[in-house]
């Protein structure tokens, strides 16, 4: 069982930037894949950014060059830190935790935090 706790979020003026990060309760980096998960009203979630188990970086082609994704082992935490921020990046962001090697399909993830709201304005 892992616990994920989301913060970071908040309103911004679009070409501002913010910082998300995720506390876990377990952090077993070479056992899970983490990722970054957002979704926006009326829309399905979508995955945005990923770290696999084997520490490859996936990111939906939105948000390349814009987003970095990174995790912090020994704090427990994943970030995913938001430059450029657009109005259409506006959603609830969820951080995930899956077993083993896992991709960008919310259905692969067993654990999810709660959520944190990013809006970005003109």
């Known amino acids: 069982q892992v616990q994920l706790v989301e913060s970071g979020g908040g309103s911004v003026q679009a070409g501002g930037s913010l910082r998300l990060s995720c506390v876990a309760s377990?952090?077993?980096?070479?056992?899970?894949?983490m990722a970054w998960f957002r979704q926006a009203p009326g829309k399905e979630r979508e995955g945005v950014a990923v770290?696999?188990?084997?520490?490859?970086?996936t990111y939906v082609d939105s948000v390349k060059g814009r987003f970095t994704i990174s995790e912090d082992v020994a704090k427990r935490t994943l970030y995913l830190q938001m430059n450029s921020l657009k109005p259409e990046d506006t959603a609830m962001y969820y951080c995930?935790?899956?077993?083993?090697?896992?991709?960008?399909?919310?259905?692969?993830?067993?654990?999810w935090g709660q959520g944190t709201r990013v809006t970005v304005s003109l």
């Open positions: 995930a935790a899956g077993f083993g090697l896992r991709g960008t399909l919310s259905d692969e993830y067993a654990y």
């Open positions: 377990r952090y077993p980096a070479t056992v899970y894949s």
């Open positions: 770290i696999d188990s084997l520490h490859s970086i």
